[in-house]
């Protein structure tokens, strides 16, 4: 089955203080966006990626990138506010195709590896939702709306997500066909609508790893440049 990898990168990210979107900062000279683009573009096992840009990005992604270098980039999206309305965007695109592997991955997660992607395309071969996860470190409480302790949920249950996240294309078309449909629904994640309205759909939880965070503050930039560093001088 066809293997799709689709970059959210329409955020606009601006709380690491910078002018331009987090996934456009430079490091080492080349944007954090090609960074996670190499990631997929490595793996033989992806045969095709797609990227989600905001409309003030949509089509200059050759701007940025030498697009020679990534053959695997078949089309730029133009995406919305929301990350549910790049998703949507995404599925539009692929409204043609009945059935693909299709992976959502966050353009600001660049350190994502090859191993994790492995592991979520394995799981797809028996599962129709895969959800990238670590346990947390952190001790997990719920809170009502007086903001006092309501649960303590056990820590040994309770995982982070990360992306990507993958599923059978037929599965998350109908997910979100189905929340469209629910004016009451905040979309969150992929996961979680698959979750909420095709609730017979298992998804099956893979490791992530810690390197595969978020870049959301200055620090997390300063960590990222530190880690390339590193890599550079081994």
Request: aromatic share 10%; glycine share 4%.
């Amino acid at each position: 089955m066809k293997k799709i990898v689709v970059i959210l990168a329409a955020g606009l990210g601006k709380r690491v203080g910078e002018d331009l979107p987090k996934q456009w900062i430079l490091i080492h000279g080349k944007p954090i966006i090609e960074y996670t683009i190499a990631v997929f573009h490595a793996n033989p096992q992806i045969d095709e990626i797609s990227v989600v840009l905001s409309p003030d990005f949509a089509g200059k992604l050759g701007d940025y990138i030498d697009l020679e270098q990534y053959p695997k980039i078949k089309a730029q999206i133009e995406g919305g506010k929301e990350r549910y309305e790049s998703t949507l965007a995404a599925l539009n695109y692929y409204k043609d195709v009945s059935e693909a592997h299709i992976l959502f991955h966050d353009a600001a997660r660049p350190l994502i590896t090859t191993e994790v992607v492995s592991r979520v395309l394995s799981a797809l071969q028996d599962y129709k939702a895969v959800l990238t996860a670590i346990p947390s470190a952190d001790t997990i409480v719920e809170v009502d709306s007086n903001k006092e302790v309501a649960h303590y949920p056990n820590r040994s249950e309770v995982y982070r997500a990360q992306t990507p996240q993958g599923f059978h294309l037929s599965v998350i078309r109908e997910a979100f066909r189905l929340a469209l449909l629910d004016s009451q629904k905040k979309v969150t994640d992929d996961c979680s609508l698959v979750h909420y309205y095709l609730p017979q759909i298992p998804i099956k939880v893979v490791e992530g790893a810690s390197e595969n965070f978020k870049i959301t503050y200055p620090e997390d930039i300063v960590f990222f440049e530190d880690y390339i560093t590193k890599q550079g001088n081994q």
